[in-house]
């Protein structure tokens, strides 16, 4: 698996954010934390988070981060981050944000770290990193809630499908990212493309998809992943600005759907899933997704805020077309993206966004491909969408 499956943010390692570090984290403010924290921080979920390890020392993760909860057989290493990035995923779901470190949307959220065989491993340590099926069916016999995988690749890896269905079946909700390489060929990577995980592209502070998030019939939802701070590397001496990808909205989904699970702890995941497909925010048929943002962008505040919102059943899966059989088109024929060509970036507005700013964002460049899926991937992140929600799409015909 050494170097088919990668995480899913793209960094930078000089220029380090000041002190000020979440001011920075400007989806906070447009998604109206505040607000939704007077209801839920979380409390009571557990996410999982599949990645590069997690260091359960830096100032925004001490208490947060449950080692013991890990299986001795999957523990290798588990606390010891070879690149930094499964740590700043933690800190965006559940930091804590002392000591002037990240908070994450989840504050008072746990993590159970797994730390697996990801691009950027040492060689020497590769075998004896756990096998990602096994984490997931390990994660699936726990109370873990949810399962937060920023990692993707080309390869359908044998047992990983079989994997998901069952922690699935288990009532676990799993994220993934969609990919970062929309400007290369759109493909949307694998496990985002597998029935069962909630596909996750990424979306500027306009609310518009961002121009490297892969697109295609897999895009369930859409969440920040632009101009976030994220640590520069493993060393964790410094945030780093500008920093964008696919990982990051998988973590921001992944701690949206724990502040509604903590809110309310008797829903299923189809009824946590449900409820953020209802209230995502969009200006397209619900029954008619977007192949750049999905159902649209998360907005557990809609949720959360109101006393009076009933979710669907409990037991009918809210993407249960896709699921069932995968995603198909007209004929019948699974596809896995779209082949449209890639449109141009559309002036559009901010629809019903709520608290955001109507102004695209552009990210910092950068030759760094420390956490790079791939080398040359370009940097330039204007939108790709119809205002903030894309405007193409195409029927899934599930």
Same mark, same amino acid.
């Given at each position: ?23 920075? /984290? ?30 359960? $020392? ?145 979306? $500027? ?14 895009? $369930? ?49 189809? /009824? ?94 950068? $030759? ?31």
């Amino acid at each position: 698996m050494l170097g088919t499956v990668a995480i899913l943010s793209a960094g930078l390692a000089p220029g380090a954010v000041a002190a000020d570090v979440r001011s920075k /984290q400007w989806y906070l403010s447009a998604m109206g934390a505040e607000e939704m924290w007077k209801v839920s921080t979380g409390k009571g979920v557990k996410v999982a988070v599949v990645d590069t390890g997690v260091n359960p $020392d830096t100032p925004s993760l001490k208490g947060q981060v449950l080692t013991n909860d890990v299986p001795k057989t999957l523990s290798y290493k588990a606390t010891v981050d070879y690149a930094g990035h499964g740590t700043s995923m933690a800190e965006l779901i559940a930091g804590t944000g002392e000591g002037d470190s990240l908070r994450g949307l989840a504050p008072d959220a746990k993590i159970v770290p797994y730390r697996v065989a990801l691009k950027g491993i040492d060689k020497a340590e590769y075998k004896k990193a756990p096998d990602i099926s096994k984490v997931i069916r390990a994660i699936a016999d726990s109370d873990v809630k949810i399962i937060n995988m920023s990692f993707g690749g080309r390869i359908d890896e044998p047992g990983l499908d079989e994997a998901v269905k069952y922690a699935h079946d288990k009532g676990k909700l799993l994220f993934a990212g969609t990919g970062n390489e929309a400007q290369k060929d759109g493909e949307i990577e694998y496990p985002a493309r597998y029935p069962y995980v909630v596909g996750v592209a990424a979306s $500027d502070e306009s609310g518009k998809v961002g121009k490297f998030s892969a697109y295609g019939n897999y895009v $369930d939802l859409a969440a920040p992943g632009l101009n976030v701070p994220v640590w520069c590397d493993e060393t964790f001496r410094s945030y780093c600005p500008g920093i964008y990808g696919t990982s990051i909205a998988t973590a921001i989904a992944s701690a949206s759907a724990a502040l509604i699970w903590s809110a309310h702890p008797d829903w299923t995941a189809n /009824q946590v899933l449900g409820s953020l497909i209802d209230t995502a925010g969009r200006d397209w048929a619900k029954d008619d997704p977007s192949i750049y943002l999905g159902y649209g962008l998360t907005r557990p505040r809609r949720v959360l805020v109101n006393s009076n919102y009933h979710p669907g059943p409990p037991n009918t899966d809210p993407l249960a077309k896709e699921n069932a059989r995968g995603v198909v088109n007209a004929d019948g024929e699974p596809v896995s993206a779209s082949k449209e060509p890639e449109p141009e970036p559309s002036q559009g507005t901010s629809a019903d966004r709520d608290h955001t700013s109507a102004t695209a964002s552009e990210a910092e460049t950068s $030759d760094n491909t420390t956490l790079w899926v791939t080398a040359g991937v370009a940097a330039a992140l204007l939108g790709i969408g119809g205002g903030a929600f894309a405007m193409y799409r195409s029927r899934r015909g599930a």
